[in-house]
């Protein structure tokens, strides 16, 4: 039986349900490493608190330190968020240790691990289609580089993630008011903006191999197209899941990604907008689309590395996030989205996570706190 450590250096709540997604597929041991406020110790599933700093230097000498000493007790170890994900991959170098903690297998890739650059180098370096686009530094001549570009563009803060960091710019003329007001422009990304559906994807690999997916149509945001989302419809694909395939064996992903493409329908092309590897918070909602990435984890314990379509394959399923659709709803005084959360519209009420009244209890406190600012 797998015995699982989970690793986080941030406050995110996106982290509080995973230990119940390795619960539920049997794993035998869930430790949590992270500091007293984690989202992490916000469940009944995980067995051992191994207590951290959230201060880097001890968090990262702590994890390298626990991993080295129970190498072979831990079967996998996952870094949940993008600030731990940085951290680790700028510190280790060893590779024995690098594939033990980090979701890659191949250390030649790590320039993807928490980089928008980084992606983008790595799509041309593998063929993979993403929007046209230029590193941008200070010492640049703005001019020169967006000759290389179709505008509207996006400028991309490498360092980034939920939206934050990201610039739209309509025309030529609007770049330098932009540029001005990017706090790090230290390998900025100047991407071409695709106008197209958006596609939310979340996987798990294994040694490069797609174990299982979901994809989806992006319904509702938080606050614009560029932060994270509150509704969703999803659904499988042939199409995404011969372009994560290749992404997976390209790269060599081992392990969680939260994944963001773009239909261009006119173009007929899937372009390749984030890949972040690491969990998200839907995840845990897997488990109602007939595709849960707790069977997943079962088959990669049983050696089974092999991608099960499911037998669901043409349903559509709406899902929606208990807390974050009802900041969005009472934000944006959407009526109509409050009244299907009361009237359980197309089942809602399922999504609302009573299964762990730990975790509960938390997310109700944070949601009204987060209603009385509005």
Wanted: aromatic share 14%; glycine share 6%; charged share 25%.
């Amino acid at each position: 039986m797998y015995n699982v450590l989970l690793a986080s250096l941030t406050g995110f709540d996106s982290t509080a349900e995973i230990p119940f997604i390795f619960k539920k597929a049997g794993c035998k041991t869930v430790d949590v490493y992270c500091n007293s406020d984690s989202w992490l110790l916000s469940n009944k599933f995980y067995d051992n608190w191994i207590e951290t700093s959230v201060e880097h230097e001890p968090f990262k000498a702590g994890l390298i330190k626990l991993v080295e000493e129970k190498f072979d007790h831990y079967d996998w170890v996952v870094v949940l968020d993008d600030a731990s994900v940085k951290l680790m991959n700028e510190s280790i170098t060893d590779e024995r240790l690098f594939k033990k903690i980090l979701p890659l297998t191949k250390i030649e890739n790590r320039e993807i691990l928490s980089s928008k650059l980084g992606l983008s180098n790595i799509c041309k370096k593998y063929d993979i289609v993403t929007p046209g686009y230029v590193n941008y530094s200070e010492a640049d001549d703005a001019e020169a580089a967006i000759k290389e570009l179709n505008f509207p563009i996006l400028l991309k803060e490498d360092y980034s993630f939920s939206g934050m960091g990201i610039q739209y710019c309509e025309t030529e003329a609007e770049l330098p008011a932009c540029l001005e007001k990017v706090r790090v422009k230290n390998n900025l990304v100047l991407q071409e903006f695709i106008k197209g559906e958006d596609i939310g994807v979340e996987a798990l690999f294994k040694d490069g191999e797609l174990i299982t997916y979901n994809c989806a149509e992006v319904l509702t945001y938080m606050y614009n197209k560029f932060s994270f989302t509150t509704r969703r419809l999803y659904y499988q694909s042939d199409e995404i899941a011969g372009l994560l395939k290749k992404l997976g064996k390209s790269v060599g992903l081992n392990g969680f990604a939260s994944i963001q493409y773009v239909y261009h329908p006119g173009r007929n092309k899937y372009y390749l907008i984030e890949v972040d590897a690491r969990v998200n918070g839907w995840m845990p909602y897997s488990r109602f689309t007939g595709h849960s990435f707790s069977d997943g984890i079962k088959r990669i314990m049983a050696g089974d590395f092999s991608h099960a379509p499911g037998s669901n394959k043409n349903e559509k399923v709406e899902i929606a996030i208990f807390d974050r659709d009802l900041r969005r709803c009472a934000k944006h005084k959407d009526f109509k989205g409050l009244f299907a959360w009361v009237f359980n519209y197309k089942g809602y009420w399922r999504f609302i996570p009573l299964y762990d009244i730990k975790f509960f209890k938390r997310i109700v406190t944070k949601l009204l706190k987060d209603l009385f600012k509005l």
